[in-house]
């Protein structure tokens, strides 16, 4: 199935974000950090008063640059990504997310070449990311587009 669309998240994507998220890190932390680091995780991300905030922060402060959605053809919200440059020329990867039924099916290569060319435009030469485990279960994909390990948790790529 084709990605209909890779847009800048609006303030009705709230609380599609903030379920996606909250799903990814379950789904994807659930064992390796146990009910209450997930809590915890799920608490301080993905609270619906925090998205709906950063959605309204305007983009183009390079430490904040937004959230981004991926919307399939029926516009039902299927992948976000958020970024900044917080460092000079120094991308960072706040969050990446697909819903599970729609992994492997390109949605988050266009999330993190959108979130990408938004952290060039701002001077990034370089990217990281931190996971939340080591051997997180993202870290195939980051593999793919090219992160190498910095530390167990924190990986990076030149952009």
């Known amino acids: 199935m084709l990605l209909a669309d890779v847009r800048t998240a609006a303030p009705g994507d709230a609380t599609a974000i903030s379920r996606l998220l909250a799903e990814a890190i379950r789904d994807g932390y659930g064992k390796a950090l146990g009910e209450i680091r997930v809590g915890r995780l799920v608490s301080d991300h993905c609270a619906l008063p925090r998205i709906r905030a950063e959605i309204e922060i305007p983009g183009g402060a390079p430490a904040w640059l937004g959230w981004l959605v991926a919307?399939?053809?029926?516009?039902?919200?299927?992948?976000?990504?958020?970024?900044?440059?917080?460092?000079?020329?120094e991308g960072e990867?706040?969050?990446l997310c697909v819903t599970p039924a729609r992994r492997r099916e390109g949605i988050g290569t266009a999330l993190l070449e959108a979130a990408s060319s938004r952290m060039r435009e701002h001077g990034a030469t370089s990217q990281r990311i931190t996971l939340p485990v080591e051997q997180a279960p993202a870290l195939p994909f980051f593999a793919r587009h090219g992160f190498d390990e910095l530390t167990p948790v924190r990986f990076g790529r030149a952009l």
């Open 71 to 89: 919307a399939d053809a029926d516009g039902a919200v299927v992948g976000a990504a958020s970024g900044g440059v917080p460092v000079a020329s």
């Open 93 to 95: 990867v706040y969050a």
